[in-house]
């Protein structure tokens, strides 16, 4: 399990850096919704395929293996690829609602700018909160981009969406959170689940009181690795 979090670390930190990669260039796209609906579904089938298999792989093997090495440049190179395909759906169409597209392929836009870098996740941020607001995208899935942003921009996450493991001590746990008291009347404006049900999938019991005695010491780790 320490393995599949620190996952969720590396994303953060690859996120927070510009790629040399253009992923600017117009590319030729399908001049119909139903042609683009078929492309995202694609896009998404392959995101989830490359990420299912490094989990597999970290099961058996270590984190600076040659095996994970090699799956993660499969992974940014499928990104990247993906990302040039997104960004000019987006530039050109806007946040396609799951009424033109589909629920998958409306996903898939979310899907692959929060596997981007921290600077077009924060371009596109915009675009999505808008798209919440005409109901166009989905606002659980926008929290999750809000917190991946706030913590590249070296803010606290707003929903506890994103999970961390002591580099020290191995504990798995909610990377820093604004007003954690809080946290669960925003996480059900947001459309999500309680905190407690959403960590449980970590085994992490959610301690209010444990967590604020722990979070000043939680923001000086994730500080030595600028995210915070």
Not at 39 to 48: G, M, N, T, Y
Not at 50 to 65: A, D
Not at 122 to 148: G, Q, T
């Amino acid at each position: 399990m320490k393995k599949l979090i620190i996952i969720v670390l590396v994303i953060i930190l690859s996120s927070c850096k510009s790629n040399n990669f253009d992923t600017t260039k117009e590319i030729k796209l399908p001049k119909d919704f139903k042609s683009i609906s078929r492309l995202l579904d694609s896009i998404h089938d392959e995101d989830q395929k490359y990420r299912k298999e490094l989990n597999l792989l970290s099961k058996n093997h270590e984190w600076e293996s040659d095996k994970i090495k090699e799956q993660w440049k499969k992974i940014r190179k499928s990104d990247l690829e993906n990302l040039k395909i997104v960004k000019n759906i987006l530039d050109k169409h806007g946040w396609i609602s799951s009424s033109k597209i589909g629920q998958k392929a409306n996903s898939t836009l979310f899907l692959v700018i929060q596997h981007s870098d921290q600077e077009t996740q924060e371009k596109y941020l915009p675009m999505m909160r808008k798209a919440v607001e005409n109901n166009k995208a989905n606002p659980a899935s926008l929290a999750l981009l809000e917190d991946r942003v706030a913590l590249g921009k070296g803010e606290l996450q707003i929903y506890g969406s994103q999970i961390g493991t002591d580099q020290v001590t191995g504990e798995i746990y909610v990377l820093p959170l604004l007003d954690p008291v809080n946290v669960n009347n925003r996480r059900a404006k947001a459309g999500l689940g309680t905190i407690e049900d959403y960590v449980s999938y970590w085994k992490i019991e959610w301690d209010i009181e444990e967590y604020l005695k722990k979070l000043p010491k939680w923001k000086e780790e994730l500080k030595k690795h600028k995210i915070l």
